[in-house]
C-alpha cells in the first residue's frame, strides 16, 4: 500500500483571532562604531547604514549592508576620504543608493552627492547641489525626479526646494517653502504629490502642519486631513501605500518608543507595538519582507549600534475573503492560489500548532503555485492579514 504524504491546512472564520508573535526582537549588533544621525538606502534584500556621528563624537565615512535573506550584517564599501558627515540624506533609486549633503562635525556643510553601485560597490561622484551646503533635510520621490527640501546651515534652517532630474542628472530650483523652513522633518510622496510634516522650522519653532507639494503647478499647501504633530528625528519606511514612522523626540526634549502605520489611501495613523527598550532618535530604519528594522541611534547621551525587528507589520493592504481562493485542501506537496490583481505583491503565510511561521510566500502572480514539499506532514494555518484587520477564512 502506498503511503501519501497530506498536509492539512486549516482556515479560520473572519471573526476569529488570529494571534501573530508581534514583538520587538533584537538582532546582531551593527558592526561600526555606535552612532547616530546616519543615513540608510535598500536595494533588493540589502539595507545599507553607514555614515554619521561616533560615540568618539567623529563624523564617519564608513558603511556596512544588512543581509534580508541571512539576517546578518556585512562590510560595504566606505564613502570616499574627505566625506566623513553626518544628517546626510540617504535613498535608493532605480537599483542605486545615494548619499547627499550632511555635515562634517566641525560645523562645515557639505553639497556634494554620490551615488552607490552595488554591483561593483562603488562609489560615483554626481553634480553638487549647486548652493550652500546643508544638512538635516527631507526629501521625497516622484518619477524621476527628486526632491531636496530644507536643512540647516550656518545661516540657520533653510526653506529652499531643489529639484534633481535622474535622468539628466541637473539640479533646478523651485519654489520655496511657504514656512521658514524644515529641518529633520518626515517627507514621503504618494500618488503624483509630495508631502513633508514635523520638523523644525527655527531654533526656538516646530512644524505642526503637513504639507503637500504639487510638482505640477510647483505649489505648497496646507493638507489638513493628516497631522503628524510636533516632532523630529523620527524613523521612516514607506511600503507602497503605507508609511511607517518609529521613534524621535517630542518638543520636550524627550525621546520616543512609539511606532506608527499611516494608510495613505485614507490618511489614518494606527499606533502599532511601541518599542520595548531605550526610547531613541536618530535612528535608521528599513523593511524587509513584511518586517521592519531599526538600527544605530541615540538613547539618551548613550550612542548605538544595536539593530532590532519586529516582524509581519509591513502590510500596505486589505485582502478580502473573496480575493483570495486556496485549494486543493487537504494537499500533499502543491498548493494553489487564484488571487484577485490587487492581491500581487502582498504575502500569504503558513504557521505551525504553535504560531510559528513556517512559510511566508509573496504573491507574484493572479495564479500561483506554492511548493510544500519541505514541510513535514501536520496541521498548519494559512493566513492572509492586515495588522489591525485580520483576514481569515471559515474551516
Known amino acids: 500500500m502506498s503511503y501519501m504524504r497530506l498536509i492539512f491546512v486549516i482556515f479560520f472564520s473572519q471573526f476569529a483571532t488570529v494571534s501573530f508573535a508581534q514583538f520587538w526582537q533584537q538582532l546582531p549588533d551593527f558592526p561600526g562604531n555606535p552612532r547616530d544621525d546616519a543615513a540608510g538606502f535598500s536595494i533588493d534584500d540589502k539595507h545599507y547604514c553607514g555614515t554619521g556621528r561616533d560615540d568618539g563624537f567623529s563624523c564617519t565615512r564608513n558603511f556596512y549592508r544588512f543581509n534580508g535573506t541571512t539576517q546578518n550584517w556585512e562590510s560595504s564599501t566606505p564613502l570616499p576620504d574627505g566625506e566623513s558627515r553626518q544628517y546626510a540624506t540617504g535613498f535608493a533609486h532605480n537599483g542605486l543608493g545615494y548619499i547627499l549633503c550632511g555635515d562634517d562635525c566641525n560645523g562645515n556643510y557639505f553639497s556634494s552627492f ?5 554591483v561593483n560597490e562603488q562609489w560615483s561622484s554626481l553634480p553638487a547641489l549647486p548652493s550652500a551646503g546643508r544638512a538635516g533635510c527631507v526629501h521625497f520621490i ?11 546651515n550656518n545661516s540657520g534652517i533653510l526653506h529652499e526646494v531643489w529639484q534633481y532630474s535622474f535622468i539628466t542628472q541637473t539640479w533646478q530650483e523651485k519654489n520655496n517653502l511657504p514656512i521658514p523652513g524644515i529641518w529633520r522633518g518626515i517627507a514621503f510622496s504618494f500618488g503624483n504629490a509630495g508631502y513633508i510634516a514635523a520638523g523644525k522650522t527655527t531654533a ?15 505649489e505648497w499647501s496646507i493638507f ?3 497631522s503628524l504633530g510636533e516632532r523630529s528625528y523620527v524613523g521612516s519606511v514607506q511600503k507602497d501605500s503605507c508609511l511607517y514612522l518609529f521613534g524621535g523626540l517630542d518638543p520636550n526634549g524627550q525621546s520616543l518608543t512609539s ?7 485614507l490618511f489614518n495613523i494606527e499606533y502599532l ?6 526610547p531613541r532618535k536618530g535612528s535608521v530604519c528599513f523593511s524587509h519582507e513584511g518586517d521592519f528594522y531599526v538600527c544605530t541611534g541615540i538613547a539618551g547621551n548613550i550612542r548605538l549600534k544595536e539593530t532590532w525587528k519586529i516582524e509581519d507589520v509591513m502590510y500596505s493592504k486589505l485582502i478580502e475573503e473573496q480575493m483570495v481562493q486556496i485549494f486543493p485542501i ?4 502543491e498548493l494553489f492560489l487564484k488571487v484577485d490583481p490587487l492581491c500581487i505583491g502582498e504575502y500569504i503565510y503558513l504557521m505551525d500548532a504553535r504560531g510559528s511561521v513556517v512559510f ?12 510544500l514539499s519541505h514541510l513535514p506532514k501536520g496541521h498548519y494555518r494559512i493566513v492572509y492579514q492586515n495588522y489591525s484587520k485580520p483576514i481569515v477564512v471559515g474551516d
Open 330 to 333: 487537504p494537499t500533499s506537496d
Open 204 to 218: 526656538t519653532s516646530w512644524n505642526s502642519e503637513t504639507w503637500k507639494y504639487d510638482p505640477i503647478l510647483d
Open 259 to 265: 511606532f506608527e502605520k499611516i494608510n495613505l489611501n
Open 114 to 118: 554620490w551615488s552607490f553601485n552595488p
Open 142 to 152: 516622484l518619477g524621476d525626479f527628486l526632491y531636496l527640501i530644507g536643512g540647516k
Open 273 to 278: 507595538p511601541d518599542f520595548n527598550s531605550n
Open 360 to 371: 511566508k510566500h509573496r504573491i507574484q502572480t493572479n495564479q500561483d503555485k506554492l511548493s
Open 224 to 226: 489638513q486631513a493628516l
